[in-house]
C-alpha cells in the first residue's frame, strides 16, 4: 500500500522567502504526482500534476519536480506571499487510486 | 477543465438520521469516483472507490453499511451516511476520474461537504 510523507508538517517563514516544501511516497510505481493547496474549511486546488515521465512543473511561481527512483517530490515556492498561507497537500496516484501526505502547513508572515 | 460539484456544500443533521451527499461530473463522464474524508487538520483518507454500475471498493475500516455508495449513472455518485453519530462529523470530498491534457487519467475534486452531526 502506498504511504505518501509530507516534512515538514508545519513551517512559517517571513513574507518574500523562498521555500522548499517535501514530499517522499514509497512504491515509485507511480502513474503521477499532485500538489494541491487547502485554506481552512475549503476544499482543493490544484496546484501542479507532474506525470510519471516528467520531472517538473512549473507555474508562476511555484515550481515542482518528481524524482520517481527516489520516491521524492519536492514543491518550491519563489518570494513567498502572505496569501501563500495554506496547507500544502502531496497526492501520488497510482494502482488505481490517489494517497494523500498529511500535508504543510504554510505561515507567511507580513 | 472539468468539473465535479457536490451537494449540499453543508449539512447539520440529528444524531440518528440519515445524510446523502451527491457527486455529480458535470462536463464529462466518470467510470470511477472516490469518497474521501478529513478530519480537522488532517489529510484526506481515501473511504471507497465507486466503478458506475457496480459495488462500490471499501478501505479497511470503512463500514459499507454506514456509508452506502451509489454510483448509478456516469456523472453521479451518492453517498449516504446512515444512522450518522456525531463522530461522523466531518469534511467528506469526492473525486472523479477523467482525462485530462493528453488523454492523460486525472481526478478532479469536488468542493467538499461539511456534515455536522449533534
Known amino acids: 500500500k502506498q504511504e505518501v510523507t509530507q516534512i515538514p508538517a508545519a513551517l512559517s517563514v517571513p513574507e518574500g522567502e523562498n521555500l522548499v516544501l517535501n514530499c517522499s511516497f514509497t512504491?515509485?510505481?507511480?502513474?503521477?504526482l499532485q500538489w494541491f493547496r487547502q485554506d481552512p474549511g475549503k476544499g482543493l486546488t490544484s496546484l501542479l500534476l507532474?506525470?510519471?515521465?516528467?520531472r517538473e512543473q512549473t507555474s508562476g511561481r511555484l515550481n515542482a519536480s518528481l524524482d520517481k527512483s527516489s520516491g521524492r517530490s519536492t514543491l518550491y515556492i519563489a518570494a513567498s506571499q502572505p496569501g501563500d498561507s495554506a496547507t500544502y497537500l502531496c497526492a501520488v496516484y497510482n494502482n488505481n487510486d490517489m494517497r494523500f501526505g498529511a500535508g504543510t502547513r504554510l505561515t507567511v508572515k507580513p | 477543465g472539468a468539473v465535479v460539484s457536490q451537494h449540499p456544500s453543508w449539512v447539520i443533521c440529528k444524531s440518528g438520521t440519515s445524510v446523502k451527499i451527491e457527486c455529480r461530473s458535470l462536463d464529462f463522464q466518470a467510470t470511477t469516483m472516490f469518497w474521501y474524508r478529513q478530519f480537522p487538520k488532517q489529510s484526506l483518507m481515501l473511504m471507497a472507490t465507486?466503478?458506475?454500475?457496480?459495488?462500490?471498493?471499501?478501505e479497511q475500516g470503512v463500514e459499507k453499511d454506514k456509508f452506502l455508495i451509489n454510483h448509478a449513472s456516469l456523472t453521479l455518485s451518492t453517498l449516504t451516511v446512515t444512522s450518522a453519530h456525531p463522530e461522523d462529523s466531518s469534511f467528506y470530498i469526492c473525486s472523479a476520474r477523467g482525462f485530462g491534457t493528453g488523454g492523460l487519467i486525472e481526478q478532479y475534486f469536488g468542493p467538499g461537504t461539511r456534515l455536522t452531526v449533534t
Open positions: 507532474i506525470q510519471s515521465s516528467q
Open positions: 512504491d515509485s510505481a507511480i502513474y503521477n
Open positions: 465507486s466503478n458506475e454500475g457496480s459495488k462500490a471498493t471499501y
